[in-house]
């Protein structure tokens, strides 16, 4: 594993609202793997904690799966957070929580690498939908100092331009995720 991870310091979550785009990230059970531009979309609610809204396109319909994000440690000033996702109401309650900590951050919050402590999941996101190769590879490098087996890297496929929520059919909330684990 080697030392330990560094996270982002002192963020400001009202700076980090707003949409990202998964330029790269490592292939993962809760992800589809066809799935084509893939984004999230956080949202400050007023108790502080955050809207989650995960979108991805596969086989041309729009899947999501909403969430909560909130600080691991409220006394802490690191960008450690949880998520909780609701899953279908089929399924049995059992709380998906998961990590997420920002790993890198740039000044002007227009890339982000987030990961969590086991070395698993990895995501580099962006505001834009597309990035420059020397960005990308930047954003790469920042990952691997920080103990990620880079090699692992996928880039996510993004449209120019970006889907609206309407243009496609809505799957089930959550189903994707679902598929993604059990198969088509």
Same mark, same amino acid.
């Given at each position: 594993m080697g030392k330990p991870m560094e996270v982002v310091k002192g963020i400001d979550l009202k700076r980090y609202m707003g949409r990202w785009y998964e330029i790269a990230s490592f292939p993962s059970?809760?992800?589809? &793997?066809?799935?084509?531009?893939? &984004?999230a979309t956080y949202t400050l609610n007023d108790d502080g904690t955050v809207k989650v809204l995960n979108e991805t396109w596969s086989g041309g319909k729009r899947d999501y799966i909403e969430g909560v994000a909130y600080k691991a440690d409220p006394n802490s000033d690191e960008a450690k957070l949880k998520v909780k996702f609701y899953l279908p109401p089929f399924l049995p309650i059992i709380p998906v929580v998961g990590d997420y900590w920002v790993l890198y951050l740039d000044d002007d919050y227009q890339y982000a690498v987030v990961g969590?402590?086991? &070395?698993?999941?990895?995501?580099?996101?962006? &505001?834009?939908?597309?990035?420059?190769?020397?960005?990308?590879?930047?954003?790469?490098?920042?990952? =691997?100092?920080?103990?990620?087996?880079?090699?692992?890297?996928?880039?996510?496929?993004?449209?120019?331009?970006?889907?609206? =929520?309407?243009?496609?059919?809505?799957d089930k909330k959550g189903i994707w995720w679902i598929k993604s684990i059990f198969g088509k």
């Open positions: 059970l809760f992800q589809p &793997r066809n799935g084509v531009n893939t &984004r969590q402590p086991s &070395r698993k999941y990895l995501w580099i996101l962006s &505001r834009k939908n597309e990035i420059e190769e020397e960005v990308y590879k930047e954003l790469v490098a920042k990952a =691997a100092e920080q103990g990620y087996d880079v090699s692992k890297l996928h880039k996510t496929p993004q449209t120019n331009p970006p889907p609206e =929520a309407d243009e496609a059919p809505t």
